[in-house]
């Protein structure tokens, strides 16, 4: 059996069980990438999308899952300036968690989270006594690998993860990538303006790589339904086709994309900010690129 088939199966067993029903709403976002407000933060031009959509599902009583890589710890060593430059993103996130409707999953970018004692660590650095106010303001940050949701009442199940798992390089080779991004490839990247290797979402040949895999695993495993990011392409299936569901991503030049469980029925959509005529001004609104189709028809 591959390596990577066994990080996936892994990744599966070890998934924390949740179940939903009709009464369930989700939403799944991934990649944002969240920076230091630099130039190379990936994040910032999008922040004001991704900020009146996250308060939009509050008030809608969703759930909110990030499926990896919420936060760019490879360019970026301490948390400390992240969380400065995007505190209102996490007071959002404290909101969803203080309601028990927040699942967080680390990816290759903030796979240091995968150790509740790094998580510790990176908080206890950051909240010293003089800090002690905002630690209080905070939530727990607690990182799960993947996330297995049950529909109730049955034996059927989709699986959710960041999808790095399928890629080798990424997975196993985490540190000397982020080494790499974080000492050369950042600075090579402003000076040039040329994309990082280590990402398939830069990079077309590893993209299809990963999707290829995780195609390979879905089948092996009776058409086993995910839901993934890591890559940055956002990704449908027909009912008829392979069930890999990919949220995209919170970077896009000028929008977000995620998708959404409602009612039992999964769809994918984006947020942008539109110049709306007749009130002659900015507006950011939610369009529905795919769905909403049933579960019922991919697993
Ligand atoms: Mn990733």
Not at 10 to 27: C, E, G, H, L, M
Not at 151 to 165: A, R, T
Not at 184 to 196: C, E, L
Request: net charge positive; proline share 3%; glycine share 4%.
């Amino acid at each position: 059996m591959s390596i990577v088939n066994k990080i996936l199966d892994r990744a599966y067993k070890k998934a924390k069980k949740i179940s939903i029903n009709t009464d369930s709403k989700i939403i799944f976002f991934s990649d944002l990438h969240k920076g230091d407000n630099s130039y190379a933060d990936d994040f910032t031009h999008n922040y004001k999308i991704y900020n009146r959509a996250l308060k939009n599902y509050y008030k809608e009583d969703y759930t909110y899952v990030e499926v990896g890589d919420g936060i760019e710890l490879w360019e970026n060593k301490s948390f400390e300036p992240i969380f400065k430059a995007h505190e209102s993103t996490f007071n959002l996130l404290k909101l969803f968690s203080r309601n028990g409707r927040l699942h967080m999953l680390w990816g290759n970018h903030d796979m240091e989270f995968r150790n509740p004692l790094k998580v510790e660590k990176i908080i206890h650095t950051f909240f010293k006594p003089k800090n002690l106010k905002i630690k209080d303001l905070f939530f727990d940050l607690k990182y799960e690998e993947s996330l297995l949701l049950n529909i109730e009442n049955s034996s059927k199940n989709i699986v959710v993860f960041h999808g790095h798992q399928a890629d080798y390089m990424n997975y196993i080779n985490w540190k000397f990538n982020r080494f790499f991004v974080r000492y050369f490839w950042k600075y090579i990247q402003r000076w040039f303006g040329v994309s990082d290797p280590t990402s398939p979402a830069k990079n077309h040949t590893s993209l299809i790589r990963v999707e290829k895999r995780l195609n390979k695993w879905i089948v092996k495993n009776k058409n086993q339904m995910v839901i993934c990011g890591h890559t940055h392409r956002p990704r449908f299936p027909d009912s008829s086709d392979i069930p890999l569901f990919n949220t995209g991503s919170c970077v896009h030049p000028d929008s977000i994309i995620g998708i959404e469980i409602v009612n039992l029925k999964i769809s994918l959509v984006k947020w942008y900010e539109h110049f709306d005529e007749s009130s002659q001004e900015n507006k950011i609104i939610k369009v529905l690129l795919e769905g909403p189709t049933d579960i019922k028809k991919f697993i």
